[in-house]
């Protein structure tokens, strides 16, 4: 597509329950990337898709974060048993790999909150 | 470990210059990015410093000192658009790719 897509843009949850945040990179882009912002606050990195190799997940905040890429695509990131803390803005990107001078593609973002 | 810093707040009028800088502290470095942020939306991509000096894109300009570990955003002719918040990034030492930014620094212009 012509740029990052998220969905959806605005999530809802009863702490407890689990949720599925959607990005669709840019086609082409091998490599894509998960952060979180929490209001007032820099991005922090969560996990990281290059190709079909193994995800680095070194940015997970804890085992209930996982994510999956399908078909070097589509991406899913899912949050279990969300807490509070989880609130946040999960933003998703996408750049050629290195990104180095184009930079990363960044989506609008899911705005998370655990009420 | 990896570190960024840049000033919290930045100032300004309509017209000035601004200098954000960012200081850096990482292993294997790959080069010096920023990003805008304007309240609400997604980051985008401003510009990248691999090598020492400075790069200029129209009213923006960005520096790079690899001996100081020490680069600095330029903007000039400053315009009310402009205000958002600004980030610096350096490529992770652990994941491949990834970017790890700073805090960023929040531009405020006035009239």
């Known amino acids: 597509g012509a740029g990052v897509s998220q969905s959806p843009s605005n999530k809802v949850t009863e702490k407890g329950k689990d949720v599925e945040l959607r990005c669709d990179p840019i086609?082409?882009?091998?490599?894509l990337y998960w952060y979180r912002q929490s209001l007032g606050q820099g991005l922090e990195f969560l996990i990281y898709?290059?190709?079909?190799?193994?995800?680095?997940k070194s940015g997970l905040p804890s085992d209930r974060f996982s994510a999956e890429r399908t078909g070097g695509s589509v991406s899913t990131l899912t949050i279990q048993r969300t807490q509070q803390e989880d609130s946040a803005v999960y933003l998703c990107?996408?750049?050629?790999?290195?990104?180095?001078?184009?930079?990363?593609?960044f989506g609008s973002g899911t705005r998370l909150t655990v009420v | 470990g990896q570190s960024l810093e840049q000033p919290s707040e930045v100032t300004a009028v309509e017209g000035a210059i601004v200098q954000i800088n960012c200081t850096y502290q990482?292993?294997?470095?790959?080069?010096l990015s920023w990003y805008q942020q304007h309240d609400g939306g997604a980051p985008t991509f401003l510009s990248y410093?691999?090598?020492?000096g400075l790069e200029e894109t129209g009213r923006f300009s960005s520096f790079l000192s690899r001996s100081d570990s020490y680069g600095y955003l330029l903007l000039q002719e400053l315009q009310m658009k402009d205000s958002a918040s600004y980030f610096c990034?350096?490529?992770?030492?652990?994941?491949?790719?990834?970017?790890?930014f700073g805090k960023g620094t929040t531009l405020s212009v006035s009239s």
């Open positions: 990107a996408s750049s050629l790999a290195p990104p180095g001078r184009d930079g990363y593609t």
């Open positions: 086609s082409g882009h091998t490599a």
């Open positions: 898709f290059q190709g079909n190799s193994a995800p680095d």
């Open positions: 990482t292993s294997g470095f790959y080069g």
């Open positions: 410093n691999a090598l020492d």
């Open positions: 990034a350096v490529r992770s030492n652990q994941a491949g790719t990834a970017l790890i």
